[in-house]
DNA sequence: TTATTATACTAATATAATTAGTTTTAAGTC
DNA sequence: GACTTAAAACTAATTATATTAGTATAATAA
């Protein structure tokens, strides 16, 4: 009668990212992806466990490709220029594939040892980076977190169109970067 | 036959908040609020225009209420000291309101007008903490994304749980915003 | 060739948003 | 106080979604 479309996990992963990216994550309904992969939407269910698993799934790619991004960003780079490069990686990772970011925070639980374990690679990779900067195991923890706070903020904000202002953007991040690791350099010195 | 329960928009925008704020803003449905309100859904409709224009009321009600949030939280301060208050009132409110504070970035159409000029109140707050730090304008308008994005990137992360390890967190929001002040008094100096 | 298994299907159920149209309450008017 | 009217609540119906159960068939292996 049909033959068979040769459907699997990754495709149904990638299409949905790509949904997600196109027209947001609440766009991304099984109903939608079933039509764009031309099979009815019961079928997904030979693959997938449901939306929240498809979810799940979701969250964990996009945290993987963002490593993965971070990591390319920051080859033969060290010290404040690798902090800036990861940052630059970070926010532009977010403007390509907004909707798999979104995906890396709308775990249905965040919580999930699967999640965590891919979100703490990208937090030793950032402890990493801010090796050699001569702090304290304790000021290094809450710098990471400083980090993660500023380019997930500044992501964020852009991704939901919170700067309307005529005001170059990449400017923005950079001086407040910069600024941060001045202030971090004062309280090592 | 049924009396009347004299429901109003404001009870239903004050319900929705609550529900939010107990279960996350997407569990927010208006089969749910009917259900909170002793009132059959289709009887939402009369005082609302569907879910997205609940939606977006939510948002401009939590901008509102955040707004009043940092005023409260700066009375009688100036300078650094100010900054730190309205940093520390931002992650404040986000604890107390989750629900609210995620209806204020999931609003349907962020570019709406309504939904903007409650925002740009925020802004232009911050904006004004800020004078006397000696900036020109334009950094002055770099500085204040610089400390959004750090305040809800903050706030945001926290809210997902993105904080796993056991480090102090309150002393993590404000070392983030005393090292990037000082680095900030540096490109003043 | 036959047996098995995975894959896609149809059919059915439950929940949600929304619209249309009806009834009834509450408020004001004569 | 009876009457009119507008708002507020309702029932009924439509559409979209996720999910489950059960069926048929294509691909694969014996």
């Not at 799940?56 to 902090?83: C, D, M, P, Y």
């Not at 001569?134 to 903020?153: P, Y």
Request: net charge negative; glycine share 8%; hydrophobic share 45%.
């Amino acid at each position: 009668m049909s033959p068979r479309i040769g459907l699997n996990q990754i495709m149904i992963l990638e299409e949905a990212a790509r949904a997600a990216d196109e027209a947001g994550l609440e766009s991304v309904t099984l109903a939608e992806l079933a039509k764009r992969l031309q099979v009815k939407t019961p079928s997904l269910y030979n693959h997938i466990g449901g939306l929240p698993d498809l979810r799940k799934s979701l969250a964990i790619h996009g945290l993987e490709q963002l490593r993965i991004a971070l990591l390319n960003g920051t080859v033969g780079k060290a010290g404040e220029e690798a902090v800036l490069a990861v940052g630059r990686s970070y926010v532009g990772f977010v403007r390509q594939r907004p909707g798999l970011y979104e995906a890396t925070l709308s775990a249905p639980d965040p919580l999930d040892p699967d999640v965590s374990a891919a979100s703490d690679e990208i937090l030793t990779f950032m402890l990493r980076i801010m090796d050699g900067f001569g702090l304290t195991e304790e000021k290094a923890l809450h710098a990471v977190r400083a980090f993660r706070s500023m380019v997930h903020g500044f992501a964020s904000l852009e991704l939901k169109n919170g700067f309307n202002m005529a005001l170059n953007r990449d400017q923005s991040l950079e001086l407040m970067l910069i600024t941060y690791l001045r202030g971090l350099a004062l309280s090592t010195a």
